[in-house]
């Protein structure tokens, strides 16, 4: 029995986690933002669905943070400087 496909393919996979460098998209609440704005905000810049936006949002007013979405730094850079903009506290991790 060969063997070598299957550690070929576990190379290529331990190569491609290596490479990958996910970071996290956080927003956090504040006593100045209404829900409705953190929700339009999320539908508009994260591309968020309606209901998925209500939920983040729920989130991060009951436990103070939420991550709205999963990326690499250079697709979550725009998107964190767009929720600056609107006045909402973000951050990449």
């Known amino acids: 029995m060969n063997t070598n496909p ?21 927003v956090y609440n504040d006593d100045v933002n209404t829900f409705d704005h953190v929700i339009q905000t999320l539908i508009d810049v994260c591309q968020h669905e309606p209901m998925q936006a209500e939920q983040c949002t729920l ?4 436990k103070g943070k939420c991550t709205v979405k999963i990326g690499s730094y250079e697709e979550l850079e725009p998107l964190c400087t767009a929720i600056h903009d609107r006045g909402i506290s973000a951050d990449v991790v």
Not at 13 to 18: I, T
Not at 59 to 62: S, V
Request: glycine share 0%; proline share 0%; net charge negative.
């Open 6 to 26: 299957q550690i070929a393919h576990d190379e290529d996979v331990l190569l491609l986690e290596e490479t990958t460098d996910l970071r996290d998209l956080i």
């Open 59 to 62: 989130l991060i007013h009951h």
